[in-house]
């Protein structure tokens, strides 16, 4: 867990998020936390959108799916993640 945090910080000196900013995120674990840890402290507008969602796991046929890359459902998104406003496909039509 200690890597991601290195990593984002490197990301943070490249690309800073500013008050300004809207982060946007799919519905799997990962990024969401991706996104909040990068979001930290900055009250930008943050969503999730199915749009972003990966359209096909795993890459590799024989591969599988990791737990953090799996989609979430709305309700777990808006329990583990309250600060992300959930926008469905619907409602950005």
Known sequence: ???IFIRI?????????????????????????TASILSEGVPCKKVVHPSVAPRMFPQKPEGRTLPCDMLKSPEHIKNEFPDFKLISDESSK
């Open 1 to 3: 867990m200690e890597f």
């Open 9 to 33: 910080n490197h990301i943070r000196q490249y690309l800073p998020i500013t008050k300004e900013d809207v982060v946007v995120a799919s519905l799997t674990t990962r990024t969401l936390q």
